[in-house]
């Protein structure tokens, strides 16, 4: 079945500093979507992003369906960004997830 | 309603009972998923519906799970003889129609099951 890899699996990083997440998928898709859970573990829907690029204040997203990968940038982040970021892939309405990049901003 | 709902928030239970979940969907999506999440890990899909037909319930880990969605909206997962294996964070989405166009998924809070 199909894969989704997202990395790094950790991110440390102090308040105000900038982060790439990375997620990578083996199989193409019909749709790709990022999500946030915080720490109180509300699960959040960032973007539903198939491609191109999209942005929403200080995060966007950038996926590159033919090489089978998407970018969560989060700027200037703040201790409320910390949690794990999610992106799962659609597959005839499944969405299969990656293990996910737990984010933590010191302030 | 405004997000998802879901409810008991929390709920503890002995092994042998039987549990039910409920889910209120957002006003007017289509598609209703149900997904467990175990701590540490992504969600783990269960079950989907569109309208009131379950679409697929590969899922679902066997025969003591089972869902409904009679009218079309609130939804019911219902786990006989629970087990302390059952123990999880079981999450219910909803999304306008389907996972294609228009198909962000918004997810309610969560219901917490802990079977002792």
């Known amino acids: 079945g199909i894969q989704v890899e997202q990395s790094p699996p950790d991110l440390i990083l102090q308040e105000g500093a900038n982060s790439t997440l990375r997620c990578n998928f083996s199989?193409?898709?019909?749709?790709l979507q990022w999500f946030h859970q915080n720490p109180w573990g509300q699960l959040i829907n960032l973007f539903y992003?198939?491609?191109?690029?999209k942005q929403n204040g200080r995060l966007s997203a950038t996926t590159v369906a033919t090489e089978r990968y998407s970018l969560l940038y989060i700027s200037s982040s703040q201790t409320t960004d910390s949690g794990v970021y999610f992106c799962?892939?659609?597959?005839?309405?499944?969405?299969?997830w990656g293990a996910g990049t737990k984010l933590i901003i010191k302030p | 309603g405004a997000g998802v709902s879901q409810s008991p928030r929390y709920k503890v239970t002995k092994r042998g009972q039987d549990v039910a979940l409920r889910c209120d969907p957002i006003?007017?999506?289509?598609?209703l998923y149900w997904y467990r999440q175990a701590l540490g890990q992504g969600p783990e899909f269960l079950t989907y519906f569109n309208y009131e037909a379950q679409q697929d319930k590969s899922g679902l880990p066997n025969d003591r799970f089972s869902a409904e969605r009679p009218e079309g909206s609130i939804s019911t997962l219902t786990i006989q003889r629970t087990e302390q294996r059952d123990s999880a964070m079981y999450r219910c989405?909803?999304?306008?129609?389907?996972?294609?166009?228009?198909?962000?998924?918004?997810f309610g809070e969560g219901s917490r099951l802990t079977v002792l």
């Open positions: 989405a909803s999304s306008l129609y389907g996972t294609g166009e228009g198909g962000e998924l918004f």
């Open positions: 992003i198939p491609s191109g690029t």
């Open positions: 799962a892939v659609d597959l005839n309405y499944q969405l299969i």
């Open positions: 199989d193409s898709v019909n749709n």
């Open positions: 006003s007017g999506h289509v598609s």
